[in-house]
């Protein structure tokens, strides 16, 4: 090396191969993957967390609670290694729609619920109060599919047909198959299920008469969640954050069989 360098390389071809073992790369890598996985997984677990507690049918919520905590039982292993071989080749595929689908799914969500709104008062009396998610599921499945394919036509008509090439020609960056964007769906996969039951239990635990006189006062129920709930519940939703952030920062085997252990020191998603 011709200057100074950060580098981990234990390992060599030769016999007088000098190790390199900076400790920095790996505290790198180890933050970049923790702040991707965080930045999956927060905002779905507490969301999620916010509507099965306040919102959710009681009945629906005995279902859905248990078969998220369930989700934490997955072992890394096996996450690291589907993500490693199935999720990363198809993610490359369809890099346009995935960053499309938060937007088109929004759009979909607000059209569907403006519907809602529209439909006959004898319509909407057919669904039970906090059960109106199963009409959101299809819309939801329907956004991710023309996300994928306005993506595809997005990839065509404003990225000369190939985004890899792209992002090379316009911001310098390579495109590396296993990459953080990766890790972040495998890790936070991994997290969201401990932010979400920590969080969830916290909310559900709000004494029941601050919300009752929320609602006597006049405040709808979205208005009780945001402005009473969610403040009451925040030392517990704080500590969900906080575990899930030492579940990401501890974890190995998902970051390493993802990235194919290269440690490098730049903040692109497109890169390990």
Not at 9 to 37: M, R
Not at 48 to 72: C, D, N, R, W
Not at 126 to 144: D, W, Y
């Amino acid at each position: 090396y011709q200057n100074p360098a950060y580098v981990w390389q234990s390992t060599g071809g030769t016999d007088d191969f000098e190790s390199k073992l900076s400790l920095t790369p790996l505290i790198y890598g180890t933050l970049k993957g923790t702040f991707y996985a965080l930045l999956f997984a927060v905002p779905l677990a507490l969301l999620g967390a916010l509507y099965t507690s306040q919102f959710m049918h009681p009945t629906l919520k005995g279902y859905v609670k248990p078969s998220v905590e369930i989700m934490a039982a997955l072992p890394s292993v096996v996450l690291g290694f589907i993500a490693g071989l199935w999720l990363a080749p198809m993610v490359e595929q369809v890099v346009p729609g995935i960053f499309l689908m938060p937007l088109v799914a929004a759009v979909l969500i607000f059209l569907a619920l403006m519907a809602w709104q529209l439909a006959p008062a004898t319509f909407r009396k057919r669904f039970k109060s906090g059960s109106e998610v199963f009409l959101l599921v299809p819309v939801i499945l329907a956004g991710g599919w023309l996300a994928l394919y306005l993506g595809g036509l997005l990839e065509v008509a404003l990225l000369s047909g190939d985004y890899r090439a792209w992002l090379l020609r316009a911001l310098g960056l390579t495109y590396d198959q296993r990459n953080s964007l990766v890790v972040g769906f495998a890790m936070g996969f991994a997290v969201i299920p401990i932010i979400f039951t920590i969080a969830e239990d916290s909310l559900s635990n709000v004494p029941p008469h601050l919300t009752a006189v929320s609602l006597a006062l006049g405040a709808t129920r979205w208005q009780t969640a945001i402005r009473v709930v969610l403040p009451t519940a925040s030392p517990g939703i704080f500590s969900a954050i906080m575990i899930g952030f030492g579940r990401t920062v501890g974890e190995t085997m998902i970051v390493l069989m993802v990235t194919g252990n290269t440690p490098i020191m730049n903040w692109s998603m497109s890169s390990p």
